[in-house]
């Protein structure tokens, strides 16, 4: 039997408003620290693809809050990722070998420097994002977890971004994961998030 995967509006609604909130308060935050804000919507299970959305919502925001971008451009960007997040099925990196996270990523840098498919220079880096994000993911067996592969999505993907792009996008120092306790499948010490394998 196939789990029919429904994605609420209202979700993606919320997720979007959390971006722009941070975006209006100015917060100065690390890309994993957005990420774990809409991953703590009472609505974003452990595994769903609200991640492939999630992604790019993240780097878009912290990249336009750089930037100086005005709001009404990054609410046009993150629509822009909403539309494209959403052809992403669910259980693409098991069933289509490219798991979400890496996509998005590939996602945002396509929307921020407006790449299409006949797009030159920043075709490749659109590609070549997303494949170093599935490189680095792939350094982890499965089976899958969804915050897993945004975190090692996020470790590959900024300095990447920064050196293309000229931004300034942090990463957290370190990232402890919070959610494996939800996780069924968690791979525990064999994640590198994993809390006890924090040695500070």
Request: proline share 6%; with cysteine.
């Amino acid at each position: 039997m196939v789990h029919q995967i429904i994605l609420k509006d209202s979700v993606l609604a919320d997720l979007q408003q959390i971006c722009l909130g941070v975006y209006d308060a100015g917060q100065k935050l690390t890309v994993e620290e957005l990420l774990e804000k809409m991953m703590d919507h009472p609505e974003v299970p452990i595994h769903y693809p609200y991640h492939h959305f999630i992604m790019p919502a993240a780097l878009l925001t912290l990249a336009a809050m750089e930037q100086s971008e005005p709001r009404e451009a990054l609410e046009e960007m993150l629509d822009t990722a909403k539309t494209r997040s959403l052809q992403v099925p669910g259980g693409v990196c098991g069933n289509f070998g490219a798991c979400g996270a890496g996509v998005g990523a590939g996602i945002f840098m396509s929307v921020w420097t407006q790449t299409t498919p006949v797009s030159g220079k920043t075709w490749q880096w659109c590609n070549e994002l997303t494949g170093l994000c599935l490189q680095k993911i792939a350094s982890v067996e499965g089976p899958r977890c969804c915050k897993r592969t945004a975190y090692l999505s996020v470790s590959e993907s900024v300095p990447y971004i920064n050196e293309k792009l000229g931004l300034h996008l942090q990463n957290s120092p370190r990232v402890v994961c919070k959610y494996y306790e939800k996780n069924k499948e968690c791979r525990h010490g064999e994640c590198p998030y994993y809390p006890l394998n924090d040695k500070d």
